[in-house]
């Protein structure tokens, strides 16, 4: 017998009812778990068209699966305290709690598990955030393309969200197309002289999107000819910093993402230790109860006591 | 003759008096809910003081906060009231109160629907502020080396951006005033100086918006400057481009949204108007069938309650007699012994 405490009818009871008390809570930590994934899972979702693939929901995922689990393990828990203290009932319940202690076990390893994936899922994340914006920003101009027509404004609207330009930085723009053709004159000597000026033929220019602007500049917002000093007044490229937001998206979202899971984290941990302790709790009540009714078969004593265990092996 | 009386025995007194316990409860919740409401007004309301100029007016929301409290302190003690009416001992030490506090609820009431007045009429002093101050927040944009009004730009940038609108009425107020900082001007340069010559005050005026005016769902990357001059951009008509820049004006915008949160602020405060009458509609007749027990020793008995003793005309009556009798102070003793002559 492993960590023995000895029970008297009256600490039984008490127990009993700290125990129906704790595994309501545990309920209500489980619905906490199964919001917690749900909350997870929308902000990921709406995010989804910057992303490349779904890895990541793993996480919001197993929350949700495990928060409903929960509430129903922690429900039975609360069923069998209620009957643990009337002797015809209870013995129902014998074969059922073999079970339980196993499915409370597999949620506790579950939660440890999410904890554990929510850091180790960091890399894949980035990669896929990574191919995920290089991708809206390519099909940025693209606003006239079936299935890519919102690119413009999900992009345009992220960066102003999030307060961050481009994939790395702001000169990811510099890079790609981002004026569609409909909307540029080809008659035009600079643009012309754009076009052929690199291999395949793209309109490349180093300005940006009016949603890199940061509105804190103190200076109305500088979005073409961003490289040429000469361009503006009283510019120098260098050492200009609060014109456009200076952080990448993908660094932004990640951060973002973190953060999210990160805080979640204390509060899981807490869940596991509720449940481990209502595990406990419910081990040391029907080894008590059991003793109790095994004693009251021989004798009739007005205060029974009986001996309650701790460990799973008799 | 009694004013809509009705019977009650134990039963019904029982029932009257819990579930009269759980609507003050309910009112109680409701107060709460009116105290959070007038935080949360009075948070948004400093969250944008900049764009009205720092001159807005906090009586609603600070009325909102001292009903919520009154309304939590009433409804607490009708419901503590409620819980000890069964018991003949401890409610004869709330007996002696309950027509103070039945005439604190009616105050109170008056003061829920002066709340709700306001909450309704206020809106128009908001949507004069709001168009003061953006008129102004659109002159200091460009003051970001000036105290006090260096964080305009990002106010308003982060406003216009938000609520989806520009300018004032709409973008055009923007072509109105000088919105670039001379700082960033190059005074040497020909157009510079052609622009500042063209106007009387010498500002820098051109046809163009800030940034934050932007409406990202357009299909083509935005045009910020030359906005009326249709040559300046390839494929560009100004007259019928809807999409390039929010059209809608930030007054408008900022006016639905304060004034959608007023109204269903109002709603509710109106709504607690009906509640608390009910709540004492409920403890008049509670309060009426338990004095009116005929055999005070048995709780079984029968009793009558009502809302008012005598019928409405005759309670109005009475109570115009007492408001000028108390007009009549000086001359109390002159009526007094007249009326002891008489009988």
Redesign the interface.
């Known amino acids: 017998m492993l960590l023995k405490i000895n029970f008297t009818q009256q600490r039984r009871v008490r127990l009993a009812q700290g125990l129906w008390l704790m595994s309501w809570l545990a309920v209500m930590c489980g619905a906490f778990i199964f919001c917690l994934g749900v909350y997870l899972k929308t902000e990921l979702l709406r995010r989804n068209e910057v992303m490349e693939n779904t890895e990541i929901h793993m996480v919001p995922n197993i929350l949700m699966m495990v928060g409903l689990a929960s509430i129903g393990t922690n429900w039975v828990a609360s069923r069998v305290c209620q009957d643990s203290l009337d002797a015809t009932r209870f013995p129902r319940w014998k074969v059922l709690l073999l079970a339980w202690f196993a499915l409370a076990a597999l949620l506790c390893c579950l939660l440890i598990a999410v904890v554990v994936l929510s850091y180790a899922l960091q890399g894949r994340l980035e990669e896929s955030l990574k191919v995920g914006l290089r991708n809206g920003i390519r099909f940025y101009k693209d606003?006239?393309v079936p299935g890519r027509?919102f690119q413009?404004?999900t992009i345009?609207?992220l960066q102003?969200e999030f307060r961050c330009c481009g994939n790395s930085n702001f000169r990811d723009w510099f890079e790609v197309q981002?004026?569609?053709n409909?909307?540029?004159?080809f008659t035009?000597k600079d643009v012309k002289d754009r076009i052929r000026s690199n291999v395949d033929g793209r309109y490349l220019l180093d300005g940006v999107?009016?949603?890199c602007?940061n509105?804190?500049s103190?200076?109305?917002?500088l979005?073409y000819h961003l490289t040429d000093n000469s361009a503006?007044?009283?510019y120098d490229f260098q050492s200009e910093e609060l014109n456009l937001h200076s952080r990448g998206c993908r660094q932004a979202l990640i951060d973002y993402y973190m953060g999210l899971m990160n805080s979640t984290g204390p509060g899981v941990l807490s869940v596991i230790l509720r449940q481990m302790t209502v595990a406990a709790s419910l081990r040391y009540l029907q080894a008590a109860v059991e003793g109790a009714m095994a004693l009251g078969g021989t004798q009739r004593a007005r205060r029974e006591t009986s001996p309650g265990e701790g460990s799973r092996n008799h | 003759m009694p004013f809509m009386p009705v019977k009650f025995n134990l039963q019904k007194r029982v029932k009257l008096a819990q579930g009269l316990w759980m609507l003050y409860w309910l009112s109680v919740i409701v107060g709460i809910l009116i105290f959070s409401l007038g935080i949360f007004f009075k948070i948004e309301l400093r969250k944008r003081s900049e764009m009205m100029d720092n001159n807005e007016s906090h009586l609603v929301p600070n009325l909102l906060i001292l009903v919520g409290v009154l309304a939590c302190g009433v409804n607490a003690f009708g419901g503590k009231v409620c819980h000890d009416s069964l018991d003949p001992i401890k409610f004869a030490k709330w007996k002696p109160m309950l027509k103070p506090y039945l005439l604190l609820c009616c105050g109170f009431n008056v003061l829920l629907l002066l709340t709700a007045l306001l909450c309704f009429l206020m809106q128009f002093a908001m949507y004069l502020t709001l168009a003061e101050g953006l008129k102004n927040g659109i002159k200091f944009y460009k003051d970001t080396d000036t105290p006090g009004r260096c964080f305009m730009k990002r106010t308003l940038d982060m406003t216009q951006i938000e609520f989806r609108c520009c300018g004032n009425n709409n973008f055009r107020d923007w072509f109105e005033v000088q919105w670039i900082s001379n700082r960033y001007l190059d005074m040497s340069n020909d157009e510079v100086k052609d622009r500042v010559l063209s106007n009387v005050e010498g500002k820098y005026l051109m046809d163009s918006v800030p940034f934050s005016c932007c409406n990202p769902g357009s299909p083509r990357p935005c045009l910020q400057h030359h906005l009326t001059n249709n040559s300046a951009h390839y494929d560009y008509d100004h007259r019928t481009e809807e999409l390039n820049i929010w059209t809608r004006g930030c007054r408008e915008a900022l006016f639905s949204y304060y004034s959608s949160m007023m109204n269903s602020i109002g709603a509710l405060v109106i709504a607690t108007i009906f509640l608390e009458s009910v709540d004492m509609a409920g403890l008049k007749y509670l309060s009426t069938a338990l004095e009116m027990m005929s055999d005070p020793e048995n709780p079984e008995c029968e009793s009558e309650g009502w809302l008012l003793e005598k019928g409405v005309k005759e309670t109005f009556t009475e109570l115009l007699a007492k408001l000028k009798m108390l007009g009549k102070t000086n001359q109390v003793e002159e009526g007094g012994e007249a009326a002891t002559a008489a009988t």
């Open positions: 606003t006239d027509c413009k404004e345009d609207r102003m981002w004026v569609s409909r909307y540029l004159d035009s999107p009016f949603s602007c509105p804190a103190p200076r109305p917002c979005q503006h007044y009283n």
